[in-house]
Nanobody, 126 residues
């Protein structure tokens, strides 16, 4: 079993930065891909960013490319999402997720992920 716990959300102003962290506990998650998804009010949950644990290859949604950076800390078993130049449209609940069956073609599909955190709220005021 794998448990994920997000932290770092909050209320910020447009243009500010915020760093989210996802602490992962459990065995055998290394080697998996870990992703961040987000769900804005009244909308479906969408892919935001992902990282391959082994080779640190990263993937981003077009809407956050150049502003968000995903990284992982092997020693701390954490995956972070550094969010810069935040916009009001970045307001959402942010979730981290992982799974053993994720391949490139399913990376952006939430159904491919087996384990999810509880989410952390990010609110960006204009």
């Amino acid at each position: 079993q794998v448990q994920l716990v997000e932290s770092g959300g909050g209320l910020v102003q447009a243009g500010d930065s915020l760093k989210l962290s996802c602490t992962i506990n459990g065995r055998n998650f290394r080697g998996h891909k870990v992703a961040w998804f987000r769900q804005a009010p009244g909308q479906v949950r969408v892919f935001t960013a992902a990282i391959s644990w082994n080779d640190r290859r990263t993937y981003y949604a077009d809407s956050v490319k150049g502003r968000f950076t995903i990284s992982r800390d092997n020693a701390e078993n954490t995956v972070s999402l550094q969010m810069n130049s935040l916009k009001p449209e970045d307001t959402a609940v942010y979730y981290c997720a992982t799974g053993a069956r994720i391949i490139l073609s399913s990376l952006r599909n939430e159904a491919a992920y087996d384990y999810w955190g509880q989410g952390t709220q990010v609110t960006v005021s204009s």
